[in-house]
């Protein structure tokens, strides 16, 4: 049994299951490559047109020779434009940013696209297939945010050319060590930038002496020279950054004069720096988010409607409690439902005909990674046993020979990228 936090785009998933991951390797995007994404699927019920997020991969040239391309990922609503901007730039995770995976944040990238937005998701210098390598200059954490900055303003130079984007409407986001590029890049931000949104932004530097002091001291120069104004939003229980340090790093920043403001959302789940890469983090960021956006003259009324994921029905199989309902578990298997169970909202869990499991929680799509985990370690087909607090499981037909007929599954998707 293999539990942890698995990396699955851009943000972290709760996932356990028997198998363990292959390592893949990337390799640098050629600025010719361009591969279309399956679109989402659309709404019928409510009166706004449906478009679907078009996920598109990109090469963006970092300078004008195209030496170093970066791997962007775009979401747009169906149509020419021109459309409003935001460019979200991801975190760091630990070890090689090479092997880190692609930036793909569904979950904003949904809530903007319904509200007009093109979505940009840049992979800074040495990151994921992005070209260059990654540069953190030691201890200096001011001289690293404006290195990943850099890339930041490449990618709204080149993305503000762009026939379908309105470059006078861009508000630039960022995660984590993002969140550090993004506040760095507010000190030479382009004309038609209007905002910063800081989720959660910094780089912790434990070997550096002084670290905590060193990343105020950053935010306290980029607040100097910032030219737009910026909203922060940090949580109560934050696995990355103490209370004590978040207050810090925005008073350095606010008292140069930046126009800034601060909102703290308290605790989410077991750790508030998942909040933005997970579905369900969503109501809690985007009401601070949307009075941010009509505060600098960008917009928020819903456009389009674009999907949710489809989440399979109740089926009163079973209570979603009872342990020993579960088939084809042996005892790992149900300690593994008994973990499930202790998760958040937002979970799923998979289990197959040849005893095979895995639960799955938070990120975009719990169900899929929970199927394709499954599916890993099965010769027989996964499917979903229980979403959230209800079991969804029913008992497969049999067939004329006997045999079990599983054509009737529910459909859930295999993330070839996980």
């Known amino acids: 049994m293999r539990c942890g936090k698995v990396l699955a785009g851009w943000g972290m998933v709760l996932a356990c299951s028997g198998f363990i991951a292959p390592f893949v390797h990337a390799h640098p995007l050629d ?10 699927r659309v709404e019928l019920d409510r009166g706004f047109p449906a478009t679907g997020l078009n996920a598109t991969i990109i090469g963006i040239p970092v300078d004008s020779k195209g030496t170093v ?15 409003p901007m935001i ?19 569904v979950p904003l990238a949904r809530e903007f696209v319904r509200r007009g937005y093109v979505v940009v998701a840049p992979n ?10 990654y540069e953190g200059f030691g201890c200096d954490v001011t001289r690293n945010g404006m290195g990943q900055a850099a890339d930041v303003a490449a990618t709204v130079d080149f993305m503000s050319k762009q026939s379908y984007v309105d470059a006078q409407h861009v508000v630039v986001a960022g995660v984590s060590h993002g969140g550090l590029a993004t506040m760095a ?27 905590q ?8 120069t980029y607040g100097e020279k910032a030219r737009v104004p910026s909203l922060w939003l940090y949580g109560a229980n934050d696995s990355i950054w103490p209370a004590t340090l978040t207050a810090k790093m925005y008073a350095a920043y606010a008292s140069k004069g930046a126009s800034a403001q601060m909102v703290d959302f308290g605790a989410y789940k077991n750790d508030a720096h998942r909040l933005v890469g997970d579905r369900e983090g969503v109501r809690v960021w985007w009401p601070s988010v949307e009075a941010f956006l009509a505060r ?5 009324r819903v456009q389009y409607r674009v999907d949710d994921l489809e989440r399979p029905k109740a089926t009163g199989y079973a209570a979603i409690g009872s342990v020993e309902a579960v088939p084809f578990l042996d005892e790992s298997g149900r300690n593994g439902y008994r973990m499930f169970l202790q998760q958040h909202p937002g979970r799923a ?19 899929s990674v929970a199927v394709a985990n499954c599916q890993k370690q099965s010769f027989d087909p996964c499917r979903l046993y229980a979403v959230d607090n209800s079991v969804v499981w029913t008992n497969p037909t049999r067939t004329a020979s006997n045999t079990v007929d599983w054509t009737a599954n529910s459909k859930a998707r295999l993330d070839e990228g996980f």
């Open 69 to 83: 391309v970066l791997e962007a990922m775009i979401y747009k609503p169906d149509g020419h434009g021109p459309f």
């Open 124 to 133: 800074r210098r040495g990151f994921s297939r992005s070209g260059g390598t």
């Open 349 to 367: 869990f998979a289990i197959s005909a040849s005893g095979a499991w895995s639960w799955a929680e938070g990120g975009d799509d719990p169900m």
């Open 185 to 211: 890049y507010g000190t030479a931000a382009a004309p038609g930038v209007r905002g910063l949104i800081n989720f959660s932004g910094g780089l912790r530097q434990d070997a550096c002496t002084g670290w």
């Open 31 to 40: 600025a010719t490559e361009r591969v279309t994404a399956p679109e989402s």
């Open 87 to 105: 460019v979200f730039n991801h975190g760091k995770f630990k070890g090689d940013p090479r092997a880190q995976a692609r930036s793909e944040p």
């Open 213 to 220: 002091d060193n990343l105020a001291r950053a935010f306290g």
């Open 296 to 300: 600098v003259g960008m917009p928020t």
